[in-house]
């Protein structure tokens, strides 16, 4: 199995910056593709960000692209979330997947995802 632990969620001021860390183990990280998703209360989980296992192929939902940035480091087994330009609505509890059912790529729809961490809270505020 993988083991995933998000952290650097916590409360910000709109338009200010955050960058969120996911550290992984127990699989090879590099082999794998992993996503960042958040979910809002009352709200369905949502696709966020993606990257293959060589980072060659990234994905960004419509709400985010041109904001965050997902990269990951696999020497340190580190997959990041740069977010910038925050507003409001992007407060929810953002998880950390790992993508075991794509070879490698990052898949955009949470089943296709097999391993999450608990997530961590970003709040914005206005």
């Known amino acids: 199995q993988v083991q995933l632990v998000e952290s650097g969620g916590k409360l910000v001021q709109a338009g200010g910056s955050l960058r969120l860390s996911c550290a992984a183990s127990g699989r090879t990280f590099s082999s794998i593709g992993m996503g960042w998703f958040r979910q809002a209360p009352g709200k369905e989980r949502e696709f966020v960000a993606g990257?293959?296992?060589?980072?060659?192929?990234?994905d960004y939902s419509d709400s985010v692209k041109g904001r965050f940035t997902i990269s990951r480091d696999n020497d340190k087994k580190m997959v990041y979330l740069q977010m910038n330009s925050l507003r409001v609505e992007d407060t929810a509890v953002y998880y950390c997947a790992a993508d075991a059912r794509s070879l490698g790529m990052a898949g955009t729809w949470p089943s296709q995802y097999d391993y999450w961490g608990r997530g961590t809270q970003v709040t914005v505020s206005s």
């Open positions: 990257i293959s296992w060589g980072g060659g192929k990234i």
